[in-house]
């Protein structure tokens, strides 16, 4: 099947990294493999930046905490 869209999976943390978030990946991976998208792992915030981010169709923050981004990253 070809894929529908893609997406970016983020999960960065500046403070408690939950023992969760490589569980919440693995769903989501089966997720995208089930509904044939295409999903994207990252959790270096220097991915966001409209060059990349021009990429995907829709990001997921997967419990991320504290100041993730800066502020250009933010726009």
Not at 27 to 45: G, T, V
Request: hydrophobic share 40%.
């Amino acid at each position: 099947k070809a894929q529908q869209f893609k997406v970016l999976l983020y999960t960065k943390t500046a403070g408690f990294h939950h023992s969760s978030i490589h569980e919440g990946v693995i769903a989501m991976r089966r997720l995208a493999e089930r509904h044939s998208f295409s999903l994207e792992w990252h959790e270096d915030a220097n991915i966001f930046n409209e060059k990349k981010l021009a990429e995907f169709q829709a990001v997921v923050f997967l419990n991320t905490t504290g100041d993730i981004l800066n502020a250009d990253q933010q726009k």
